[in-house]
């Protein structure tokens, strides 16, 4: 008879410390996956491939550059404290991140943006009007 | 799949603010109106669908047991929006399959529980905790809409001022006054560019739908409609750039539908369609098939969408004048289309309509255009 040697655990996906953006000497970038298995790309991290199911992806540097896909300013929200402008950012590496994004300027469809991370480790974009 | 479902009988409750009302206290009277319409006993009911999103553990036993229902397969159904047209599919799939003869599907959400404001959507979710809200998801959609197409807000406003039109002659609708263009574009700002008119106000509701076998329906000698199509998708997680004008969700589940029925999108008299917010009845033209891919803006233009046009969208006045009560939504749309084909849908009724489709979605999760997408396809059963 065979025993189980170990119980399956839970992923801790919702642990505190997950890093999701970091200020190295090669600038500002989020931390998304790559699957080694296969190549997919993705963000924010998650413990399988959303694309092949193997079970091993590495961290993938994403940005800082991006392009505004689409965006909005949202002012009724239960989410958080309006008013607060949401945009899909296209980053360089095609992967499509959902960022605050801020801007002197009015927004734009196809603006380009570079990311913005803070000390305390919060993130957004910014515009950059041309 | 052996053989045919039928809808004979249809219910539902007048949408609104029902705040001294339960679950049970909405569901229960358009049940009532469904059986009696069918001329079917609760006892006879051999099961129970119930579709929620917010209704808590048991909600179809709940309202079955006020009524007597009891002994029987009873199923609670969450797909988001989706959750009541999926209750609807997995019925009549038992009818067809020849596992029931009689069945009821229930939909049934309590909005005004939640005190106004933005749907709340969970918080496990990436995107959510980042900010998003429904009206955001469609605003960029909007936004991107209005970019590619070369539209004006004029014609997203033009979407409420046709569904409230239509809206005007249901007293089920919750808003029923006409609105001018102007209007919809002086309302609050939600989320840039919708307004608040542009987006399905909160509220509650309850319908209900008996399906029978086509034997019963012999038996029972009512008006009936058969489903010719239902076809369910889930989304697919896209972690790259997304067309958001292509919502291959809806593109491929109703593609399946109209291979199932053997019909074209040209065959339909009447469609309920997924008007969560007004640009997405825009989109929706163009998934759905009525038009070429970047058409859509030149049928609403046109008055092609509504009366006298070349199909009826929306004659009920759409989520936008009902109020959008997630898992009822679905079943509301069935009970619209039974009602405009065996012609007892009043004064909005679409002259000698004979073919139609209800669609719904559901939406916000990260990485999917929606979650669920949920289409049928009904025909008038000649006597």
């Known amino acids: ?130 | 799949m052996n053989g045919d479902a039928l809808v004979v009988g249809a219910g539902m409750i007048a949408f609104g603010r029902h705040k001294q009302s339960s679950y049970a206290g909405l569901a229960v009277p358009a049940v009532l109106t469904a059986l009696k319409q069918a001329g079917v006993s609760p006892q006879q009911i051999e099961g129970v669908w119930c579709g929620n999103s917010f209704g808590g553990m048991l909600t179809g036993q709940r309202i079955a047991k006020d009524i007597g229902i009891a002994g029987v397969p009873i199923v609670n159904v969450d797909n988001a929006c989706s959750g009541g047209a999926t209750a609807l599919a997995e019925a009549q799939q038992a009818v067809r399959e020849g596992r029931h003869d009689i069945v009821l599907a229930v939909g049934v959400d309590k909005l005004t529980q939640f005190g106004g404001g933005t749907l709340p959507l969970v918080t496990e979710d990436w995107e959510v905790r980042q900010g998003m809200v429904m009206p955001a998801l469609y605003a960029m959609r909007a936004h991107r809409y209005l970019h590619d197409r070369g539209a004006g807000v004029e014609d997203l406003a033009e979407v409420t001022v046709k569904a409230r039109r239509h809206a005007a002659l249901n007293p089920y609708a919750q808003y029923r006054d006409a609105v001018t263009v102007e209007e919809v574009l002086q309302s609050r700002m939600i989320a840039e560019p919708l307004t608040l008119l542009q987006c399905c106000p909160t509220g509650d509701g309850a319908a209900a739908v008996v399906v029978v076998s086509e034997a019963v329906r012999g038996r029972l000698g009512v008006p009936a409609v058969r489903v010719r199509a239902s076809t369910l998708h889930s989304g697919t997680y896209m972690a790259g750039y997304r067309d958001m004008l292509y919502p291959k969700i809806t593109y491929d589940c109703a593609l399946e539908a109209f291979e199932e029925a053997g019909v074209s999108p040209q065959d339909l008299n009447v469609i309920e369609l997924h008007d969560a917010f007004t640009v997405a009845e825009l989109v929706y033209y163009e998934a759905l098939g009525l038009c070429a891919p970047g058409d859509g803006v030149k049928l609403i233009r046109d008055g092609q969408t509504s009366f006298g046009g070349q199909v009826v969208v929306n004659p009920s006045g759409g989520l936008l004048s009902k109020g959008h009560p997630v898992g009822a939504s679905g079943v509301a749309q069935a009970v619209e289309v039974f009602w405009q084909l065996t012609g007892s849908a009043g004064d909005r009724q679409v002259p000698d309509a004979r073919l139609g489709l209800t669609h719904v979605t559901g939406g916000g999760i990260s990485g999917l255009d929606h979650g669920a997408c949920c289409i049928h396809i009904f025909e008038r059963a000649e006597s």
């Open chain 1, 1 to 130: 008879m065979t025993r189980a040697t170990s119980a399956v655990l839970p992923f801790r996906d919702l642990a505190d410390g997950m890093v999701v953006a970091e200020v190295t000497e090669q600038g500002p970038a989020l931390i998304g996956a790559r699957c080694t298995a296969c190549g997919y790309a993705w963000f924010p991290t998650r413990p399988v491939c959303p694309s092949c199911a193997a079970a091993n992806p590495e961290p993938y540097r994403i940005g800082p550059r991006g392009t505004i896909y689409s965006y909005t300013t949202v002012h009724v929200s239960s989410a958080r404290a309006t008013p607060y402008s949401l945009a899909f950012v296209d980053v360089e590496q095609g992967v499509r991140v959902l960022s605050i994004v801020e801007s002197r300027g009015d927004l734009a469809i196809d603006m380009a943006c570079h990311l913005v991370v803070e000390d305390h480790g919060d993130w957004h974009f910014a515009g950059e009007e041309s």
